[in-house]
């Protein structure tokens, strides 16, 4: 079982800020901004390229709610990043979404 899959059924702790039938957000343990939240599937999809038409639902439930986690971290201002595959830096196998904020970041993304 992945850290995610590990995290959704209660067996690593975290802090949650977020949770539904569909999806979990919690706070990253590595923050790289004030505002880091990680948003994922409760289903494993284990990448952005395994989105299909039987998981997609989950995937327009998580950007329906970001606004309404963000509003309750205090921003409205923020930046979505979804990692997929080894090169791009994804290293959890579970489809996730970073949402970062609480400063300013600029238009590059690297």
Do not use: W
């Not at 990043?81 to 300013?104: P, S, Y």
């Amino acid at each position: 079982m992945c850290i995610f899959c590990e995290i959704i059924a209660g067996n690593i702790p975290s802090t949650k800020v977020y949770e539904d039938d569909k999806i979990l957000a919690f706070k990253d343990i590595n923050p790289v901004a004030p505002v880091h939240i990680i948003v994922v599937p409760k289903v494993h999809i284990e990448s952005a390229n395994d989105v299909n038409s039987q998981n997609s639902d989950v995937i327009s439930a998580i950007f329906e709610k970001i606004p309404e986690i963000a509003k309750s971290q205090g921003i409205d201002s923020y930046r979505i990043i979804n990692n997929c595959g080894d090169d791009a830096g994804q290293t959890v196998k579970h489809l996730h979404f970073h949402i970062i904020g609480g400063l300013e970041m600029g238009e590059k993304i690297l």
